[in-house]
């Protein structure tokens, strides 16, 4: 009995959603290269501040197909590397932690905040991702097409763990 009392408070403390909000913009006056997924997945441990956002790389939509189909095939090599994470804690507005994309794990702090909204909890975090830097190779013919940093947006309404 005391060992699922403990189960219950533990997880009172956990918010999660499946269908958070990660898009970025990699463009330049050249090209206008967005995508976006509505289908990220995002939990939050407000007793230790751990947190952590993943998304399938083959979530992301562009406005043209054929713009999907190279990022999933040329770029982010989706079928080697399916998805993109960042794991580590929230601490008075940054989320301090590792990045995971294309294979490549860095280290990274991104301004971050997470409020409280009817028993929600909203995160919202806007930051560079240096594109070379996870091992995405961009050719040199489309080199003044595609920006060296993404921009990227991560938008969630975190539901308290049932």
């Known amino acids: 009995m005391a060992l699922l009392a403990l189960t219950t408070s533990a997880f009172a403390q956990q918010y999660l959603t499946r269908e958070a909000t990660l898009s970025f913009d990699a ?3 050249l090209e206008d290269i967005y995508a976006v997924s509505e289908s990220a997945s995002a939990v939050y441990d407000a007793a230790t501040g751990k947190l952590g ?3 399938l790389m083959t979530s992301f939509q ?3 197909a054929l713009m999907q189909e190279h990022f999933n095939e040329n770029y982010a090599e989706s079928e080697k590397f399916p998805k993109a994470q960042f794991t580590g804690v929230y601490q008075g507005g940054e989320a301090i932690g590792q990045l995971t994309i294309h294979g490549q794990t ?10 409280e909204a009817d028993g929600s909890l909203i995160l919202n975090a806007e930051f560079p991702v240096n594109i070379e830097e996870f091992g995405i190779a961009i050719p040199g013919a489309v080199a003044d097409k595609i920006a060296k940093d993404a921009k990227v947006q991560v938008k969630a309404t975190l539901k308290k763990r049932a």
């Open 106 to 115: 860095k280290d990274i702090a991104v301004p971050c905040e997470i409020l």
């Open 62 to 64: 562009f406005k043209r």
């Open 27 to 29: 463009g330049s006056p």
């Open 53 to 55: 956002v993943q998304v």
